[in-house]
T-cell receptor, first 114, second 111 residues
């Protein structure tokens, strides 16, 4: 197991376009988190799943954002009608809720909206 | 009340010196306090974590000091090395739920 993976690593898009990011958690990790990190800031929580259930969404997550985790495995984060303010690093993390509390982060997807 | 305040914003330390980063919180419901290390272009990686039932935890050169009454905790890096140059984030959570991160401290260790 090589850890949390995210795809793509970089994405450049034009304002108004839709983008989708994928996260593959560490196998058997039942919790999956999405965070957003802007330059010079700490990661900010967006949403998280326990298995396939989306348990919490931040107020940062506008209606243009949607996340899914079908079958409790990988997750996708879609941003519709992107805006320049969406430019950020999108980080995914996973944890095994029962056994340990550590959240393991992926390398992130850096989004640039032109 | 959900914020975690971190200082300093940046820190320059000579090789072999001690690096100290401080964090403060307001929400007394927080019960898990991890420190993450992040290198440019990488995701954060857990360095060390503490629960409020202990006042100090040490792992190698890294020590967390925790002051429950003051609602403060700090990271000490002993014998700082150039390879420690990175951005460090404190965080807090309730019941190991979503993490609330501080704003980060950029550490530079010069030889």
């Amino acid at each position: 197991d090589t850890g949390v993976s995210q795809d793509p690593r970089h994405k450049i898009t034009k304002r108004g376009q839709n983008v989708t990011f994928r996260c593959d958690p560490i196998s058997e990790h039942n919790r999956l988190y999405w965070y957003r990190q802007t330059l010079g800031q700490g990661p900010e929580f967006l949403t998280y799943f326990q298995n396939e259930a989306q348990l919490e969404k931040s107020r940062l997550l506008s209606d243009r954002f949607s996340a899914e985790r079908p079958k409790g495995s990988f997750s996708t984060l879609e941003i519709q009608r992107t805006e320049q303010g969406d430019s950020a690093m999108y980080l995914c993390a996973s944890s095994f809720r029962v056994a340990e509390e550590t959240q393991y982060f992926g390398p992130g997807t850096r989004l640039l909206v032109l | 009340q959900q914020q975690v305040k971190q200082s300093p914003q940046s820190l320059i330390v000579q090789k072999g010196g001690i690096s100290i980063i401080n964090c403060a919180y307001e929400n007394t419901a927080f019960d898990y306090f991890p420190w993450y290390q992040q290198f440019p272009g990488k995701g954060p990686a857990l360095l060390i974590a503490i629960r409020p039932d202990v006042s100090e935890k040490k792992e190698g050169r890294f020590t967390i000091s925790f002051n429950k009454s003051a609602k403060q905790f700090s990271l000490h890096i002993m014998d700082s090395q150039p390879g420690d140059s990175a951005t460090y984030f404190c965080a807090a959570s309730i019941n190991t739920d979503k993490l609330i991160f501080g704003t980060g401290t950029r550490l530079q260790v010069f030889p």
